[in-house]
């Protein structure tokens, strides 16, 4: 791993026009990640993860308007005009999804869908097409490929849909593959083979893996870095390690107490009281004083910018200091 | 990788669609009766005892009898050979207008649904105004305007036809374009004209296959319409709506000379219509996928 920063995001701020009103859904993030390096984004649903994930590809609907910098290899990804932005979805960016039951087009045999991804981006081969899309689904471990690559997705299992999901993905060798709750929609079981077939491919190919999840099984897992992220806004961001053993933010705090260990001592499970707040309206200052033990009268007012706790472990919280 | 391994495996949509299809016993009994249609079409010139224009004046109004299966018409026309013939007319004109519509209501619904907005907002303002005429009383007005002609007719009724397609695929569009999978599509770099195209469309398809086959025999009704009101085909061409319409002053002394060309456009007509019931049935129940 180099220390070099392949997508660097500055100062992210997505609203959604809604009928009731302007919905602020990313309040102003920043985060980077660095080539060969797997950052988790963390967070319960709603706040904001997926929008992250589908912003860099502008994938969002029409109704989202969004501002900052997503740099990407140094280009502004949210300045490039749709057209040269193709050229980069899938190829230099891939992305799987949560639902790999729908992901796939239902008339289309796998072998022709995965074909696709070597005519739009017009990639170099060394067989016939075929022959490629069969090699990348031997990658991802799918059995039997060769009769795979006349199957309609209809007739898969998930696990095996999202194993398909990624075999396209590794088509045109992107540096950074987004993965939105790969695992989600899965059996636990398959998701451990997911997760692990993941990582085999992250040291194969040197990709950089962006991962969201609410899980943090997941990304203690897969991840070197890992984001907590609270009501659109980033709450701690540091290595796996430092966050889970050494949390700084009490909505960190919070959420790993709500946690089920699975050892011995029977401890009651915890809860953050109250609610995540409305995004039309959102609490002003610090997202999370409505719900925080410890706020005090300047959380209520300013967004807390980050303290260094150590080397890469910051936490956005009035608590800690900062002037 | 032969052929026949690809079909133990891929069961593709349309295969089971012709499972289920193949046990609904009006939709074959409809399919048969097209064959017998397509195949009287194209045998016309060797089936037919005589031209369908061939005149027999010593023989005009003649009641069926073996040298003239069907009677005669009153310039002594072998009605048999009219009535033959008359199916190439019926099912060209049934099948034009409803590709023609097909592909005019297609694009317009697939756009209307995928960009949305002002675009959508037009799109659908227009299919109102057609929808709100019947389909004859609109398709009348615009043969005045080209004039009567078996061509204008087909163009004024595809013309009236394709809003229904427009609607019904911008229905069908709305929903597709939420699947996963054409987010994921965008997220691999397609176009939107590849994503429509390729993505959405065969995705609709079996909707639109459904609206066709119904979409057929109406066609093939207003056409009859249109003739038989002396908009459409011209005399001496052998139309079945064409042949009612001179029909109808001899009802009392020729009768027959209506019936035939009834029961031919019934015959079409209840051919389509049976084939598209099944299809719906088949491919409605469950959608796989």
Known sequence: ?323 | MTEKKRKAVGVSMWKLTWRRFRKNKLGMAGLVMLCIIVMVAVLAPVIAPYSPIEQHLEDRLQPPSPKYLFGTDELGRDIFSRVLYGSRIALSVGVLVALISAAIGVTLGLVSGYYGGIVDEVIMRIVDIVWSFPSLILALAIVSVLGPGLINAMIAIALTMWASYARIVRGETLSVREEPYIEAARAIGESDIRILFSYILPNVMSSILVLITYNIPSAIIIASSLSFLGLGAQPPTPDWGLMLSTARTYLTIAPWYSIFPGIAIMFTVLAFNFIGDGLRDAIQPERVG
């Open chain 1, 1 to 323: 791993m180099n220390n070099e920063i392949l997508l660097k995001i500055e100062d992210l701020y997505v609203n959604f026009r809604t009928d009731e009103g302007i919905a602020k859904v990313i309040d102003g993030i920043s985060l980077s990640i660095r080539y060969g390096e797997v950052l988790a984004l963390m967070g319960e649903t709603g706040c904001g993860k997926s929008t992250v994930a589908k912003s860099i590809l502008r994938l969002l609907p029409k109704n989202a308007e969004v501002r900052g910098k997503i740099l990407f290899k140094g280009t502004n990804l949210l300045d490039l005009p749709e057209s040269e932005l193709r050229k980069i979805r899938g190829k230099e960016i891939g992305m799987i999804f949560q639902e790999p039951l729908t992901a796939l087009n239902p008339v289309f045999t796998i072998g022709n869908q995965m074909s696709e991804m070597f005519k739009i981006h017009k990639l170099r081969i060394k067989r016939t097409i075929q022959e490629e899309v069969i090699e990348l689904l031997k990658n991802v471990r799918i059995p039997d490929p060769q009769r795979r690559y006349y199957s309609y997705p209809f007739e898969l299992s998930g696990g095996m849909r999202q194993r398909v999901m990624i075999a396209m993905m590794l088509a045109g060798r992107p540096s950074l593959l987004i993965a939105d709750e790969p695992t989600s929609a899965l059996d636990v079981t398959i998701q451990a083979q997911i997760l692990k077939l993941l990582m085999d491919l992250r040291n194969k190919y040197n990709m950089s893996i962006l991962i969201i999840t609410h899980d943090p099984g997941v990304v203690a897992e897969m991840a070197d870095r890992v984001a907590i992220m609270y009501a659109g806004q980033i709450a701690e961001v540091g290595p796996v390690r430092d966050i889970f053993l050494n949390p700084q933010h009490p909505y960190t705090r919070g959420l790993l107490r709500a946690l089920p260990l699975g050892h011995k001592e029977e401890r009651e499970l915890e809860n953050i009281p109250g609610r995540v707040p409305n995004l039309i309206n959102p609490p002003p200052g610090c997202r999370f004083h409505p719900r925080c033990p410890y706020a005090m009268e300047r959380c209520r007012k300013v967004k807390p910018k980050p303290v260094v706790i150590s080397d890469e472990h910051y936490v956005f919280c009035h608590l800690l200091g900062g002037e």
